[in-house]
């Protein structure tokens, strides 16, 4: 494993994290160089307003295709869509250079490298949230057992999850992974003290255990097949964070019942629940697109967890995505962490 508490793989990590601006800088820059070029070109038989047209169009079609194919990677399904946000997000700057360089007086065409870095922030920002949009918060699992040290952990990963998320699984679930050692959560509160802990509560039980972690200021999740009576429970444990887990055999009418009690719904996407390594199965998609559906215009907030690579996620827009194998097995997890953390960068 490489450790990331070296300079060197620091630096690399956040270069590799930044790589989507920097490669959007050095796409703007050879944009620029070849607008240049093309003016030059097209002044020699046509009128100046119709060579600025046509070099500062060839230029943002280079900066759009070189960053669609090789930066951010849009689907093809997307192609037109993020086509269209960034000829407006590139016009709405191109006007901002044209107002800043009348304020300054600085010719527009003569100074087009320096107006351009002058609006990079802006523009940059814009194509971001619309043309090729997405950061996914990311947590990593962790079992609440011997087996998984927590130190060790925390070696691999640092400070690069957005939040921690915790598998407690008793002997009424599964008992070939039993993993009930709470007073890890106390480390874990320790070493990561200003992200958010989930715990993931596997157990025939829930309130057994709802009871027993209340003190600990988390984000609960318990399995809908446990226990039915979500509203009741929601009611009972109303000043904790609760949050339901739903499978690919939860039926579509409990969901639209879920969806209305609780905002926090995680959707398990591997068939043995507590069980790392497992691959994603196939027939969630249709549970996830369900719940993405019937939840669009409220407030819920859809997490998925188990099976997951970087490229499953980027088929999902949803709020958090949980991984444990995926990112502690990579040869370096922060780079793994980053892959998911921008995996939204590659989707519709």
Not at 16 to 32: A, D, E, H, M
Not at 40 to 47: A, D, G, K
Not at 98 to 112: E, M, P, Y
């Amino acid at each position: 494993m490489v450790p990331i508490n070296t300079m060197a793989n620091k630096f690399y990590v956040v270069l590799y994290k930044n790589r989507f601006i920097l490669l959007y800088t050095i796409f703007g820059f050879f944009s620029l160089l070849l607008e240049n070029f093309m003016r030059t070109y097209f002044i020699q038989f046509l009128n100046q307003a119709l060579s600025n047209f046509l070099s500062i169009s060839l230029g943002i079609a280079f900066a759009y295709l070189m960053n669609f194919k090789y930066n951010f990677k849009v689907p093809k399904d997307r192609f037109k869509t993020s086509m269209v946000y960034f000829a407006i997000v590139s016009v709405l700057s191109l006007m901002l250079q044209i107002f800043i360089g009348n304020i300054v007086s600085l010719d527009f065409i003569q100074n087009r490298f320096v107006l351009s870095g002058a609006c990079f922030v802006v523009a940059y920002s814009l194509h971001k949230k619309f043309t090729f949009k997405g950061y996914q918060k990311t947590g990593v699992a962790i079992h609440l057992n011997s087996e998984d040290d927590v130190e060790e952990i925390y070696k691999k990963i640092g400070k690069y999850p957005d939040f921690i998320h915790l598998d407690l699984i008793d002997e009424t679930f599964n008992k070939s992974n039993i993993s009930i050692e709470i007073e890890k959560i106390k480390k874990v509160q320790s070493l990561w003290p200003n992200k958010k802990i989930q715990l993931h509560i596997m157990s025939n039980k829930p309130k057994y255990w709802i009871e027993k972690v209340q003190k600990y200021n988390l984000e609960l999740f318990f399995h809908f097949e446990t226990y039915h009576q979500v509203q009741k429970l929601v009611q009972d444990y109303k000043n904790l964070n609760l949050g339901v887990v739903v499978d690919v055999n939860t039926k579509r009418q409990d969901m639209l019942q879920i969806v209305n009690f609780v905002k926090n719904i995680m959707v398990l996407c591997i068939d043995q629940p507590g069980i790392s390594g497992q691959k994603f199965n196939a027939q969630v998609k249709n549970v996830i697109d369900y719940l993405i559906d019937i939840t669009k215009n409220k407030d819920n907030r859809l997490i998925l967890d188990g099976g997951l690579t970087p490229l499953v996620v980027s088929q999902f827009n949803v709020h958090e995505v949980v991984s444990a194998s995926s990112i502690l097995k990579s040869q370096n997890s922060p780079l793994k962490l980053v892959d998911f953390q921008t995996s939204n960068k590659y989707t519709h």
